[in-house]
Structures are given as structure tokens and as C-alpha cells.
């Protein structure tokens, strides 16, 4: 079961894994200069990171997807299946797009690059606790060729059209990170109300989570292409 969407004041929680203990040291200085966000814990390899998100229940994860003995792609499978799952996000370079690929099908809700700007990974984790889904557009432009043939991308782009103006309005906005809440901040609609319309985005697209939803609303704006 996901997470609910983090409240405002909340501090966000956060777990950090990567194999490279510098790294981590590097993300917890970013990330906790925002002044609403703690990393909780951190973990060198996958057995690791399960064994902390159990005990310390974040609201964000981050993982990278290569680490020795037991990966970030198979720790992933398992925190999206906790009870209270938190949000996942990959860390990731731009020669890792297999594993990006893989990730996605497992049900993460956002994709870092590792160089990404402080600023914009604070916000990404904000936003990831909030409900929203994060990918970095340079991941995005690199992704959106490899994950399906071109005449899946026209089906996509019809499927998008096929949608109402309202679940095209909150697809647009998902497509660009917004969060339940914030979505419906802006088109006036309860979050209850937003859920109801992602659901049936989702369902209508054929999309497993928000991520992929996001990366065929991304085509279906360019064409298809």
C-alpha cells in the first residue's frame, strides 16, 4: 500500500542507497539543506536498504540500481511492495537506460540523474513525497525512443486523444511532475476527485503508474516520434 501523500510541515524522510559511501555523504549535505527533509538512514547495497526502509518507514527512497551483491533493481521490486510503501526514485548515469527501463516496470515514480542540481533534487524528493512523479527530461529524451516502436507511439497517441478535456488536463499536468495536490489546486478539484481522474488515466492508457503515464503523455506531445 503507497504511502499517503505527505502533509505540509511534515519533515519528509528519507533513505539513501548507493554503494559509494562518499556519494551518500554528498546527497545527505544536498538533501538536508533543504531544512524539511532527514535522511533517516542510509544503505551501501539492496539487503541493506530493505532491512533500513523496514525499520525506519521513509516517506522517499533513493536508489541507485547498480551495488554489489543484492542490486537496486531487485530491492525496488520489494519496497513497492511494503505495506507502506514509500516513493522510489532511481539514481542513475546516462549509460544505465536498461536498467532505467527496468526500474520503471517495477513501479518507480522517479528517475534522477546523479549530477543533478541541488536544488532540483530537493524539489524532486519534495515532490515524490507529495504524490507526484519525477523524471529527469534528459532520462526522459533518452527513454522515450527505446520503450516502444513507433507505431505503439501512434496508438499512445491516440489513446491520449481519446481521453476527456479534464483527464487530459490532469495528464498534462502529471506529465510535468505536479503532484494530487498540487493538480488540484489548480483545476479546482479535490485530491479525492484528482485520484479518480489519474485512476482512470491510468486504466485508459494502459499505464502501470504515473511514471509511464508521464512518458506517453511526453510522446503523444511529440508526435509519436
Known sequence: MQRSEQEVGDRVRVVVADDEAALRRTLRVVLESGGDLEVVAEAGDGEELLAVARTHVPDVVLV??????????????ELTALH????????????????VSGALHCGAQGFLLKDAEPEALVRAV???????????????????????????????ARLVRGLSARE???????????????????????????????????GKLGAQNRVQAALIAQRAARGGS
Open 126 to 156: 519534495r515532490d515524490l513525497a507529495a504524490g507526484g512523479a519525477v523524471l529527469d527530461p534528459r532520462i526522459a529524451a533518452r527513454l522515450l525512443p527505446q520503450l516502444r516502436g513507433a507505431g505503439d507511439a501512434l496508438r499512445e
Open 168 to 202: 487530459q488536463q490532469v495528464l498534462q499536468l502529471l506529465s510535468g511532475g505536479w503532484s494530487n495536490a498540487d493538480i488540484g489546486r489548480e483545476l479546482g478539484l479535490t485530491e479525492a476527485t484528482v485520484k479518480s481522474y489519474l485512476s482512470a488515466v491510468l
Open 84 to 99: 507502506r510503501a514509500p516513493a522510489t526514485a532511481v539514481l542513475t548515469t546516462f549509460d544505465l537506460d536498461d536498467y
Open 64 to 77: 541507485d540500481v547498480q551495488m554489489p551483491g543484492r542490486d537496486g533493481l531487485s530491492a525496488l521490486r
